[in-house]
Structure formats: structure tokens, C-alpha cells
């Protein structure tokens, strides 16, 4: 169904090619994870499917794409429209409609389809999406999660033969995402659709897909293979490999039910060792707060009576399933929201918001990171510095617009960052980060925790949460139903547990790197677990 014959792409003023000699076959029907370091070239590799790249990403592509037939070369984006549904890690930016209904059939009208046909497919996605409530509302008004899957939906109505999708689940709460992955799934197996996706969070997508395609970036090799296979070399991993790897288990385990059914040993080796706290201990004034807080739109809160104090030195995490308030509260903070009611208590702050771009106004990477340290009051290279712990490599004079998703995040991040706000507020700032940056980040809060500052991110990436989370605060329909230590509010909930709470339930146990801690205070890894 799809196949890159020697395809490299080099992008203008590019030093080395972002693509390399790529050679990959995706027979039809079948289910394949890309992934790779933030920046790797993998939006390239997606997009030169659909034949965006280079038509209209510019650059140069050599070899061949071929996608049912059809050379990219000599067949426009639009000329594959019928073929191949893509969507973006952008959701808003690629609407063309105002409301939910209008964008679902916008695609069929396009290609020319009846209007009974239309109206019948446009049912059948709002209930399969979960979309029905949401049918009239006006685009700009919806969570980012809500976008996401209206952009899912839009794609899905025109019955593509290839479905690409670039970080789909990003923006997703953990049941939303599991909701979206189980319906590609089908569309797999039941239909025989070929699917894929770019994704970061791999401990959501590696137990539904046939193969992974791993794209190291640096010029290196493109590799393809089963998922066990290539997960067992690369340095990136979802928490249940690593997990295996610690443990010393041959095979890895690519989900939590093989993991769990692996840990029988290794949770008798270590029930009687006390995991850390994973609780703030040195907690200083208040930096922000919130009392009964009623916020959002006219006629319509979002924000219902909800009081929070944020203590200097505490990390906050907000969770919650998409449209329960989590972006808006953030807003109301920094005062992009005005309260309808209630009142708001803040010194310094400074928002990385969810669509980084927001924060990026120079032409050039090395001008935004200049702007930054005057802005700041910081010391020369202080952004620089930052941005380089975060997404190491991207050139001075890029564009900051041309970036991909996360390495936009990453000099969104530095930016905010080098300000060193009394209270940091984050929506989403792990979408589109791979694992290696996602650690400096959170050694980055830990720093910044320890030096008095306090920190609220929104997010839906519960490994992230178990890492560096002190509390944990869930918000549903705008109203606070959980405020508490992480360990003890994230163990307790299906949805929310990470990896390894799953794995090693009932002891509360939230990361790789406290088990593996464990294990060498208790003479290394388990031997002989070989066994299913």
C-alpha cells in the first residue's frame, strides 16, 4: 500500500538531509508506529505520504513514494485525497469550518459525495468519536482534546484507504485516548484501512500496532520491524520495557497485562521496601491562588466554585478528561480569562499555553532566544542554554514557525523558563516532547521546585505525573473531585495509574526509576524470569 523506494528529503539551507536513504514497505491492513527523538524527521516521513512534502514543504525529495499505486512525485496532496486522510499535530490550525458538524462533512463535500451518504458517515463519526454532544458548538470554544478528535473525524468521513496521523492521542485524557486507538483498531481488523501514526507517549500505542518504524534522525538509518524487536535496542521506551529491562525479563513486555502477569517475583521481592514519598516536604508561602472561582464563557462556565492555593516549592499536577476546565482555570491565573466570580491571588507567572506558537513572534530561533534573555533580565545564552537541554541541535537560524510541534514546545519552554516565575503554569507541556527531553524538563521543575518557585501544569500524561507531580488536583465539569498527594490519588484511579502502579498494584509504586532503585538496594535484577 505504501512504499519509500531510497527516499531521502534535504529541506533549503538544510546542512544534512532530514531523511536519509529510507527504504519501507507498508503492505495494506496494517497498523505502524513512527517514532524517534523530538525534531528526528518523522512529521517528514508522514507527510511525504500524502506527498506534502515536498510539494509543499519545499525542499528536495529524492527516490520514490508510492501509495497505492500513485507516484507523490507526479500526484498533488489534493490528487491523493481520496487515498490518504492526514492529520496534523496542529488540529485548529487546519479547520476550515466554525463548528463540529460543518467540519466533519467539509471533506466529503470536497470529494463530491451524496448528501445522504454525508449526513449517514457524519452520524456514525460524532457517536464513534463521542462527538454527539458536542455537534453544534463552535470549533474555537472546544477543549484542545475536542479538536483533536473533530480532526480525527473530519478524516475519517471521506473513508480513506491510508489513514496518517500525526501525535493523535496527544491532546487526549487517558480513556479518550484508549477510545480513539480501539476505533483505528478496528478500522484495521474490520475493515482492512492501513494506519500510520507518529506518537510520542508509546506506552499508549505499542500494544495495537503491527510494526514500528524507528527514525533515529542525524542522518542514521530508518529502521522497521516488530515491535518487540526494535523496542528492545532503541534508547527510547514506554515505561513497561524499561521496567522489563530493569528486572532483567527476556522477552519485554510490551503491555501492562504481560507485565503484571512477569512481576509475580519481583513484587514478593520488594513488599516489604517503602517506596519514596513523592510528596513536597519544604513548602514555602503561598504564590497563587484561586477561591471559589467561577470562570469561562458567558452563559456557559467552565470554572464552577473551585478554590486552590499553590505553596512556593510544590508541583501541582491538573488532570482531568478534555473540557473539564484544566486549560481555562490555567488562563484565569494569568488573567487571559476574566473571573465571572471569585477571587485570584497571584505575584509573578508566566503560561506556556497549549499551542506553543502562541509565545513565537521573531524569525529566527537564535533572535526569540535573544528577545528572551533581554526580556528576562537574564545573562546572554541563559534561553539558548535551556533550549538546548530540552531539544539539543535546532539551528540559530531556523524559523521558530518552520519547527516541529515539540521542538516549538521546547523553545516555548526555554523562553518561559529563563523568567524563573514565582508560580510556572503549563498546559500540556510534554505534547510532542520525547522521553529524553521530557526528563530534562522534569529535572528542570525539580530545580525550580527546590528554589522556592511553584508549579501548576495541566496535563494528560500520567507518566509525567508520576514523575514529578507532589500533588495531583482532577477537575471534572469545572469542579474539583480529588485534591491530594500524587501517590495517593493516581494508585487509586484505573484511569490515571501509570505503567508501573498498574504493574505493581497494590504496592504504590510510580516509576521505573524508583523500582530500579529497589532492585539494586536488593542485589540487582530477578533472575530466571523468563517465564509468561
Not at 527523538?37 to 513514494?65: C, D, E, M, Q, Y
Not at 482555570?329 to 506553543?356: A, M, Y
Request: charged fraction near 20%.
Amino acid at each position: 500500500m505504501i512504499r519509500f523506494e531510497h527516499v531521502s528529503v534535504t529541506y533549503s539551507g538544510a546542512s544534512a538531509p532530514t531523511l536519509s536513504d529510507v527504504e519501507l514497505h507498508v503492505p495494506e491492513g496494517e497498523m505502524v508506529l513512527v517514532m524517534g527523538r523530538t525534531g528526528s524527521g518523522k512529521s517528514t516521513l508522514l507527510r511525504a505520504i500524502n506527498g506534502l512534502v515536498p510539494h509543499f514543504s519545499g525542499g528536495t525529495l529524492r527516490g520514490r513514494v508510492v501509495v497505492d499505486g500513485r507516484d507523490t512525485a507526479t500526484h498533488r496532496p489534493r490528487d491523493l485525497a481520496d487515498v490518504v486522510g492526514f492529520v496534523g499535530q496542529d488540529p485548529l490550525a487546519g479547520f476550515v469550518t466554525d463548528n463540529v458538524e460543518d467540519e466533519l462533512a467539509y471533506g466529503m463535500e470536497s470529494l463530491g459525495i451524496s448528501p445522504s451518504t454525508m449526513r449517514k458517515r457524519v452520524e456514525e463519526t460524532l457517536d464513534l468519536l463521542g462527538l454527539a454532544d458536542l455537534r453544534g458548538r463552535p470549533l474555537a470554544q472546544l477543549s484542545g482534546g475536542q479538536q483533536q478528535r473533530v480532526a480525527i473525524g473530519a478524516v475519517l468521513t471521506t473513508h480513506p484507504k491510508v489513514l496518517v496521523l500525526d501525535e493523535p492521542t496527544s491532546a487526549l485524557d487517558p480513556l479518550g485516548a484508549e477510545d480513539v486507538l480501539a476505533t483505528l483498531q478496528r478500522l484495521v481488523h474490520d475493515l482492512g484501512m492501513t494506519v500510520v501514526l507518529a506518537e510520542h507517549r508509546l506506552e499508549r500505542v505499542v500494544q495495537y500496532v503491527d510494526r514500528i518504524v524507528h527514525v533515529p534522525g542525524n542522518g542514521e538509518p530508518v529502521e522497521a520491524g516488530d515491535p518487540a524487536a526494535v523496542l528492545a535496542t532503541t534508547p527510547i521506551a514506554p515505561p513497561v520495557v524499561q521496567l522489563g529491562r530493569a528486572a532483567g525479563w527476556s522477552p519485554l513486555p510490551l503491555t501492562v497485562r504481560n507485565a503484571r502477569r512477569r512481576s509475580v517475583e519481583l513484587r514478593a521481592r520488594l513488599a516489604d521496601v517503602r517506596p519514596p514519598e513523592h510528596r513536597a516536604t519544604a513548602l514555602g508561602a503561598p504564590v497563587g491562588s484561586v477561591k471559589d472561582l467561577v470562570a469561562g464563557y458567558p452563559r456557559r462556565p467552565v470554572i464552577k466554585g473551585v478554590t486552590i492555593s499553590v505553596a512556593a516549592g510544590e508541583i501541582v499536577a491538573l488532570m482531568g478528561r478534555n473540557g473539564a476546565g484544566k486549560s481555562t482555570l490555567l488562563r484565569t491565573f494569568v488573567g487571559l480569562h476574566k473571573p465571572t466570580s471569585g477571587r485570584v491571588k497571584v505575584d509573578e507567572v508566566g503560561l506556556v499555553p497549549q499551542v506553543p506558537a502562541d509565545l513565537l513572534y521573531a524569525a529566527t530561533v537564535a533572535d526569540e532566544c535573544s528577545l528572551a534573555d533581554r526580556d528576562a533580565g537574564a545573562t546572554k545564552g541563559a534561553t539558548r542554554a535551556l533550549l538546548d537541554r530540552l531539544a539539543p541541535g535546532i539551528p540559530d537560524e531556523q524559523h521558530p514557525r518552520d519547527l516541529s510541534e515539540g521542538q516549538k514546545l521546547s523553545v516555548a519552554l526555554a523562553i518561559v523558563l529563563v523568567s524563573e516565575p514565582k508560580l510556572l503554569l503549563l498546559d500540556e507541556p510534554t505534547r510532542g516532547l520525547d522521553y529524553v527531553a521530557k526528563q530534562q524538563l522534569i529535572t528542570i521543575l525539580h530545580q525550580l521546585a527546590d528554589a522556592g518557585h511553584g508549579v501548576v501544569f495541566a496535563t494528560h500524561d500520567v507518566e509525567l505525573v508520576a514523575e514529578v507531580a507532589s500533588r495531583v488536583v482532577v477537575l471534572a465539569d469545572g469542579e474539583t473531585v480529588a485534591d491530594g498527594a500524587a501517590p495517593d490519588v493516581v494508585v487509586s484511579s484505573p484511569a490515571f495509574a501509570p505503567q508501573v502502579a498498574k504493574v505493581m498494584a497494590p504496592q504504590p509504586w510510580l516509576t521505573v526509576h524508583d523500582v530500579a532503585a529497589a532492585l539494586s538496594s536488593t542485589n540487582g535484577a530477578l533472575a530466571g524470569t523468563t517465564h509468561e
